[in-house]
């Protein structure tokens, strides 16, 4: 089953590319989709509270994601922390739904992975392409606000991200993303097409 990753920064587009995928018959993971899964582990819970306050654990007894991210955030030892947690379960949940997929004799699936940093050293390990949606930052941090965020948010989580440019030298194929929804998935699906051919 062939493994094709979408990465981008925030805002950049990365889900666009991955509908247009999806639109074209591909099963998907989404890896915020499984981080926000884990969290409801009583295991994750527990890690979490003793790593960051017993305080990150609302009332309603879920992770109140926003209070993690104010504190795992801060620096990159602080988001180590939350990677130790989060990375081994999310990587559990991953490796499962994709031998799920196999067996139910799927030729291909798409992954967004938001937090890539590079091939070696992720869950991108094993993929069979990596594709980089790039678009100006101005373009990303307006798109990321329009849709609920706040700006400075915005700006931090960006800040810790890889740059395009690194983004470029870990990808196989960069889709430059500073046009409407429907340019970019239409760039998407004619890769698809020609990629299918190739095989």
Excluded: C
Excluded at 45 to 58: M, Q, Y
């Amino acid at each position: 089953m062939r493994k094709i990753f979408v990465v981008g920064g925030m805002g950049a587009g990365k889900s666009t590319a991955r509908q247009a995928l999806v639109d074209a018959g591909l099963p998907f993971i989404d890896l915020d989709q499984v981080g926000h899964q884990v969290l409801k582990w009583d295991t994750v819970k527990e890690e979490l509270a003793e790593t960051f306050g017993d305080d990150v654990i609302g009332e309603d007894g879920e992770v109140v994601r926003s209070l993690v991210a104010a504190r795992a955030f801060v620096s990159p030892a602080e988001t180590r922390k939350l990677n130790r947690i989060t990375m081994p379960r999310i990587e559990e949940v991953y490796t499962d739904t994709l031998a799920e997929l196999e067996a139910a004799g799927n030729d291909a699936v798409v992954v967004e992975y938001s937090v890539f940093k590079n091939r070696e050293m992720s869950l991108a390990y094993s993929a069979d392409v990596v594709l980089a949606v790039l678009a100006p930052l101005d373009l990303r941090i307006e798109r990321a606000v329009a849709s609920g965020f706040d700006e400075a948010d915005v700006r931090r989580r960006i800040a810790r991200q890889i740059t395009d440019a690194d983004r470029i030298e870990a990808s196989d194929v960069v889709f430059n993303n500073d046009g409407t929804k429907e340019e970019l998935h239409n760039k998407v699906l004619a890769w698809w097409e020609g990629y299918q051919a190739s095989l």
